[in-house]
């Protein structure tokens, strides 16, 4: 059973805060499970979660009536921070950080007093349902249909790199429920229970060898009326209501701590730093992931401050992805013969792993908006250029 815990965090000042939660991870978090180049699966990650969730700790992002630590954005900040310092791994946190707030907005009184708490607890585990084949930037486009039929919807059709979905108990679906109505205008949000009839997933393996992701298919899935938060023809709008910590908390410049650190104890057991072709590339990047923590220190600052952040946050994810590719590239390069052979090996004494992170870095261009649509913003509503 879950302790409430009492504690006004904000009542803290923010050193005082971090100390708390840095002794915390630092005593509990286990070792094994630091700073791991790929997702974590939930079962290698469910101890940690109760260990979160006896503590009142496990979503801090939500307001204390529903068991959450009611942070406020600045205190929010340094919990993530403290995370990725400690290098704890980011578990199958779409309920915490997506359903549970979408819920709390949009959700009926009976969906809040029923996912809520099963969703803190750990005992709903949710996916995100939102990209198809076809429907992946141009997310509108998606053909996953919903019919009413009763007091049933009857979902068909697939969705695609659904992170986790085979770790799941619950997806949560945007559809299309208006074929007639423009785009955006004919979605719904659905919440569906993947144990229903009909519902098959199939992983997807990816180059590193992992199977993170999956296929979703649809064939006939009858879902309750019950299941559509927020009015019918309007997920688009539900779907869009989160963004601020998201878009803040992909451009992290924590991110890339394994490969920077390896990297350097790789460099310093080589002799490398001898090398002047190695030390300019190592201090490029280094100087890249400094320009990376001044630009998200601006933007933690404007969070902290209470103001929305604009479309030039866009900056920033551009900027953490393409410098993390950066980086691992010259690790790979770095480890020359080693650093194509796949798994961790023990280098000059360094136990490294070199394609993991290169391979985790590869999609971070794609996924929470690519390169190329953060540009598009960034044309569009910061630089104002005429569009193509
Ligand atoms: C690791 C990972 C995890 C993911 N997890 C999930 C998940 O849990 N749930 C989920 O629903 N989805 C998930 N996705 C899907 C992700 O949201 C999509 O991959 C993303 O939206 C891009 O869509 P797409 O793959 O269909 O590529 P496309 O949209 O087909 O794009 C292909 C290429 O064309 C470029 N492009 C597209 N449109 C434009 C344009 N207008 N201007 C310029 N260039 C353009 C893109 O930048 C990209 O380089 C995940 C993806 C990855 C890689």
Not at 269 to 289: H, M, P, S
């Amino acid at each position: 059973m879950a302790t409430l815990d009492a504690t006004d965090y904000n009542a803290l000042t923010n050193d005082e805060f971090r100390r708390e939660v840095r002794s915390f991870f630092e005593s509990r978090y286990p070792e094994a499970l630091r700073y791991l180049p790929r997702r974590v699966r939930i079962r290698e990650i469910r101890d940690w979660w109760n260990t979160l969730y006896e503590k009142g700790w496990i979503a801090p992002n939500w307001p204390r009536e529903w068991g959450g630590m009611g942070l406020d954005a600045g205190k929010m900040v340094i919990f993530l921070e403290e995370m990725e310092r400690h290098g704890v791994a980011r578990a199958a946190d779409q309920g915490i950080t997506q359903v549970g707030p979408i819920l709390m907005r949009y959700g009926t009184g009976a969906q809040k007093e029923y996912y809520l708490p099963r969703t803190r607890s750990g005992e709903i585990i949710w996916c995100q349902g939102y990209s198809e084949p076809n429907a992946g930037s141009d997310l509108a486009s998606l053909q996953t249909s919903a019919v009413l039929d009763g007091d049933h919807f009857i979902v068909n059709g697939q969705k695609i790199w659904t992170t986790l979905a085979h770790d799941s108990t619950h997806i949560y679906l945007l559809v299309r429920t208006d074929r007639e109505a423009k785009k955006q205008k004919g979605i719904s949000f659905l919440l569906v229970d993947l144990t229903t009839p009909g519902i098959t997933i199939r992983p997807i393996r990816n180059i590193a060898g992992h199977e993170e992701f999956c296929h979703v298919f649809f064939d006939n899935v009858r879902v309750s009326k019950d299941a559509l938060v927020g009015k019918l023809n309007e997920g688009w709008t539900v779907a869009k209501a989160l963004l601020g910590f998201e878009r803040l908390n992909i451009g992290s410049p924590r991110r890339p701590q394994y490969a920077l650190m390896r990297l350097e104890m790789l460099g310093r057991a080589k002799g490398l730093f001898d090398d002047a072709g190695f030390v300019d590339r190592f201090t490029q990047i280094k100087l890249d992931l400094e320009d990376l923590a001044s630009l998200y220190a601006r933007y933690v600052e404007q969070v902290k401050r209470g103001e929305p952040l604009g479309h030039d946050v866009s900056s920033l994810k551009i900027w953490a992805m393409e410098a993390w590719q950066r980086l691992t590239d010259l690790l790979v390069e770095t480890g020359a013969e080693d650093g194509v052979i796949e798994g961790a090996q023990e280098i000059a004494g360094v136990e490294i792993d070199f394609l993991t992170p290169f391979y985790y870095a590869r999609p971070a261009t794609i996924y929470g908006g690519s390169s190329e649509i953060q540009r598009n913003i960034l044309s569009k509503y910061v630089l104002d250029l005429p569009s193509q």
